[in-house]
């Protein structure tokens, strides 16, 4: 028997006793599902939770302005810009106060600001990802234009002769 085939078997096997267990007690097994659930609906919520998650998506953003610059006229970016520079700002001054400082874990303070400082992250978050997919309708906008335009000139090149 092969090292694959024996841990396969082994994992179902600890899958199939792990249903039964749960099949056996409805109690733990509703119980389990609602954890389950309650971890989605948070995660669907809180969809960042960590500077590491947004820093991601920043940077990502970052490499899509990146784009729309290199491949939309100067004067597109404009509509962009006063976002990007809000976004930029609340980053950075998430991203410091990440490392400032913190209460004790076990007092009320801490859990206030923790909270106050999820919620920040999360709506830069969204906002980042908002940005992201207007930049990406917006550069699709673009090649689509340009396409247009190129199409035009060769079914029509008389009209586009100087």
């Given at each position: 028997m092969s090292t694959s085939s024996l841990s396969h078997e082994i994992s179902s096997n600890i899958v199939q006793d792990a249903l039964a267990y749960l099949l056996s007690r409805?109690?733990?097994a509703v119980t389990t599902?609602?954890?389950?659930?309650?971890?989605?609906?948070?995660?669907?919520?809180?969809?960042?939770?960590?500077?590491?998650?947004?820093?991601?998506?920043?940077?990502?953003?970052?490499?899509?302005?990146?784009?729309?610059k290199e491949e939309c006229p100067p004067h597109y970016y404009s509509t962009f810009?006063?976002?990007?520079l809000k976004i930029k700002g609340d980053f950075s001054s998430l991203k410091s106060a990440h490392h400032g400082?913190?209460?004790?874990?076990?007092?009320?303070?801490?859990?206030?600001?923790?909270?106050?400082h999820v919620r920040k992250?999360?709506?830069?978050?969204?906002?980042?990802?908002d940005m992201h997919k207007a930049l990406q309708r917006?550069?699709?906008?673009?090649?689509?234009?340009?396409?247009?335009?190129?199409l035009d000139v060769y079914n029509n090149p008389l009209a586009y002769t100087v």
């Open positions: 409805p109690a733990i599902s609602l954890l389950i659930l309650l971890v989605v609906l948070f995660r669907r919520r809180y969809p960042c939770l960590s500077l590491s998650t947004l820093e991601k998506s920043f940077n990502r953003l970052e490499d899509a302005i990146q784009m729309y810009h006063e976002k990007w400082h913190w209460d004790p874990v076990w007092t009320l303070g801490y859990w206030k600001l923790r909270m106050d992250m999360v709506a830069c978050y969204e906002r980042c990802e917006a550069i699709e906008f673009y090649r689509q234009q340009q396409d247009s335009l190129h």
